[in-house]
Every structure is written in C-alpha cells, then in structure tokens.
C-alpha cells in the first residue's frame, strides 16, 4: 500500500505551510483581531494567525491553506458477456476491483501590488485506477482521478498564476480569505485578468452544489459538464489566459488554453497561437423568492490534432492494413485488434465545439437543486476530458442544519450522457478512443445514480460514504450495470 509514503509526502507538504506561514508571519504588520471571515469554525492557519494580531483575514496580503483527501471505492463484480473483444483493451473488467486516490495540496496566494495577486499550488497525488481508467465513459467514480499517475506518490505543480482586478464602481463587496483567494474588499463591478497555469474550472461552469467534489459528490460526472472536452493536459490544468468582466448580478468570462500534444497526454502544446482551447460564459445571478440562484450558459471550440470517427472507419474500409494493430509509431491507444479501425491513422489538424446550459437553485436556506446539460459535435474523439458527445445531470444537495448536523453534507444526483451515431459505429466496428471500446457494443444511454453523506467531526475534519449505481457501462447495453461503494476522508488547514 502506498498509503504511507503519501502521508509522508503530505506532512512534507504540512512543513513546507509551516515555514512559509512563519516567514510571512515575520514580516506581516501587527493588526488588530478581528472577526474571521470564514462562517464556520474550522481550523486554518489564517484565523489563528488573525486571532494572535500577526494578521489582517479581511484584507490580506498573503494566505495559506491546504488538504488532504483520500478516496476509496470498491467495484463489485458484474454481468459482462465479453470484455475486450477482439484484442480491443479499454472494457472495464466485471471482476471485483478497488481503486483509490490520495492527494495533499498547498494553496499559497500573495499580494504582488494593488489589484494584482499571484497563486502557486503544488500538490502531491497517489492513486490506482479501476481497469486502468477505460471502461467508463461519462460515470467515472472519483473525480481526483488522472491519466497519468500510479500508485508511488507524486509531487507536481497544479498551478502558478497571477490575476489583476480593475475596479470599475458599483456596490463593495467583501471577498472572504479561502484557498485561491485573498480577502479583500472589491465593487460589484471589475475587470479580472490571470495569465499562467490553472485549471479553467477552477474560473468557469463553477456551481455551489456540484464543483467542489472533494465535500461533495464522488463522481467525476459531476464536476462539470460531462462531454465539456475542455482543453488540458491529462491531469487537467493548462496554460492561458483567462478574462472576466462583473457587472453586479452579470459575468462574462474568456479564456485561450493550450491542449495536450496528443489526446490525453500528459505534456501541453505550448503553441497557443496554433492550438488551444476557447471559451465563453455568461453568467446571471437571480433570486427567486427571496432564495439565490444562478445560470450559466458555456460553450466552447477546440483547435488541435485529432481524429474523426466517420474518417477512421473509412480509411480502414479503404485499406484493411489501417487497423488498429498496424498504428506503429503513431499514437494511439495500444489496441491489438487487427480486424478494427483505429483514430490513429486520421488524426490532423480540426475543430471540437459544444455548448451547455448550467442551473442552481436554492429552495431553503438548507437546500439547493442543479442542473447541467451539455451537447459536443459528436464526430471527433475525446481530446482531454471524458468521451460523451452530450450529457445532462441534475441532484440535490443538503445541509445537515435541517436535521442538527449543521456541517454535514448529504446529496443525490443522476448523470445522464451519449454518444453520437459515428462514434457508437466506430465503437461497433472494434475501435477504441481514450477511455472506452469493448470491441463490440449495443449502443445505449450510460447513466449514473449516485447518493452520499458526509459527517463532519471536530475542526476541519469530514468523512463520507457513498454509492453509484452505473447503468451501461461505456454506452453498452450488453454490459452491467456496475454497483461501486466509495469513502473519502477530507481534511483541511
């Protein structure tokens, strides 16, 4: 088990916050104390720093925070009259298996001079994958999962970036002292601009009921849209730019990303003026008898090397020697069918595009309803996210003051998601892309059920259970359904 080398590397992690609060402590002025910003009362070094007088939580020049989070899941085994056939290798195995991920994070931010604001967050992960991640297409069970990775932890930089806030007038608004986030006091109406490495969820199709998966739901159908094949190398972070305009209840957010070299590879294309990923957001914040919500409207277009489905399948129609099995040096996904077509052979310089709709809405003060949908061109293969062509997914989520557990969490959602008709004939043909190809299919709607709670004990402490009940695995009606029980244990400081 690789569980204690990964704390190890966590209390690294821990130190590393630890030096760093005592240096900034050194040179921070002495303020008076003042109430925290945070409406909870878990622990984090800026509030004991803030109730010693070494520091100012509402208008902070520097902040630190961290987490750990560990998740397990346990896949029963499950009715499959073939897996892999043909020499195809992406089937989820119907065998029993458990995965897990376990990752620390240091959130650094500090403020570089009025408006302007830098962030730095390396993070450490472990984990094991069910089936090596393929046999799932838009229900994958835990979202910290990556494409690359194994079980010996690893240490790498998720972000480093820095942004620059204009104010434009309007109402001030307080801003609290969070991971990624100074506090401050800003108006209702700027301009935000952040260039350098991040995640473009981490700015966009955010959601107060489905994005931060390490409290919430388990599934990575969850974290955005589910056929959202945004631009980002295979642990999901990308270099850019991103641009936001607030405007009291309205944002309208931009962002230039550079994609993976290959679909689902690791190292980043560097040549954004060649290759990227674009999006736009619109954004509205309402209220609805006396409750908040919000709507989100997304789409993107996706500019690199990638292969269609109906080319594959003619190329190999063609010419028989461009099967899977005779890809040679060109990428591709390692599959050994020699009867079957394979993106390898037509991959070249295209478009990805899609659009989505993306709803909150709170219906007491304890509880909030979401929804997102998502339709993608449905022609051109997986490129960095997951492979449905569209997908909709829609739950509840609870807080624990309804029933006197004031920071437990209880939720259910259900994700829906599709493929196209050229994707499903080229699945049907023996093919793979970059998580799914059983070597043969009945193409079907895949489904996700999931429901979990969290309990929250002392501090900053919380651990959750969790059940997922996958319905067509892979968009395959011949295949399951899966049933996958899961745990997490979270931690923050």
């Not at 023996?430 to 309990?455: K, L, Q």
Request: contains cysteine; charged residues 20%; aromatic residues 12%.
């Amino acid at each position: 088990m690789p569980t204690l080398q990964t704390i190890r590397l966590m209390l690294r992690l821990v130190a590393i916050a630890s030096v760093c609060v005592a240096l900034f402590a050194g040179s921070a002025h002495a303020q008076a104390t003042h109430p925290s910003a945070h409406d909870d009362d878990a622990f984090d070094v800026m509030n004991l720093l803030n109730e010693k007088g070494l520091h100012d939580i509402e208008h902070e020049n520097w902040n630190a925070y961290g987490q750990f989070t560990y998740l397990s899941s346990w896949k029963l085994p499950f009715a499959a009259p073939y897996t892999n056939a043909g020499g195809a290798n992406h089937s989820l195995s119907p065998s029993y298996e458990r995965s897990f991920t376990a990752t620390a994070t240091l959130f650094l931010g500090a403020r570089l001079w009025p408006g302007a604001e830098a962030y730095v967050v390396p993070e450490v992960i472990s984990l094991r994958a069910l089936s090596g991640l393929t046999g799932l297409g838009g229900a994958v069970q835990n979202f910290e999962l990556q494409k690359t990775g194994g079980t010996a932890p690893e240490l790498y930089r998720s972000r480093a970036f820095v942004q620059q806030t204009f104010e434009l007038g309007g109402v001030l608004t307080q801003k609290t002292s969070d991971p990624m986030q100074l506090a401050s006091t800003v108006s209702s109406r700027r301009i935000v601009l952040r260039l350098g490495n991040f995640s473009v969820l981490d700015f966009m199709d955010r959601n107060s009921f489905a994005s931060d998966l390490r409290q919430q739901f388990f599934s990575l159908g969850f974290l955005t849209h589910a056929s959202y094949d945004f631009a980002s190398d295979a642990r999901g972070f990308s270099w850019g730019g991103e641009a936001e305009i607030l405007w009291d209840n309205w944002a309208l957010r931009y962002a230039r990303i550079t994609p993976p070299k290959n679909p689902n590879a690791l190292a980043n294309e560097m040549r954004i003026d060649k290759y990227y990923g674009e999006q736009v957001e619109i954004e509205h914040k309402h209220t609805v008898l006396g409750r908040d919500g919000a709507v989100r409207v997304l789409g993107y277009w996706d500019r690199g090397r990638f292969g269609r489905f109906d080319e594959a399948l003619a190329a190999f129609r063609g010419d028989p020697n461009k099967n899977a099995a005779n890809c040679g040096e060109r990428y591709n996904y390692g599959s050994s069918d020699g009867s079957a077509p394979d993106l390898c052979f037509v991959r070249r310089d295209t478009w990805k595009y899609g659009v989505g709709v993306n709803i909150e809405q709170y219906l007491t003060k304890e509880i909030g309803v979401f929804a997102r949908g998502m339709v993608s061109d449905g022609h051109v293969e997986v490129y960095a996210y997951m492979p449905p062509d569209s997908s909709l997914s829609f739950g509840v989520l609870a807080k624990g003051e309804a029933w006197g557990r004031v920071r437990d969490l209880a939720g259910i959602a259900t994700g829906l998601a599709w493929i196209s008709r050229s994707h499903a004939d080229y699945l049907a043909a023996g093919g793979v892309d970059g998580f799914i190809g059983d070597g043969r299919i009945t193409p079907a709607m895949e489904s996700v059920v999931e429901a979990f709670y969290s309990f929250h004990f002392f501090d900053a402490l919380w651990a959750s259970v969790d059940v997922q009940h996958i319905s067509h695995p892979a968009f395959n009606a011949d295949r399951g359904p899966v049933e996958i029980f899961g745990a997490r244990f979270h931690a923050e400081f």
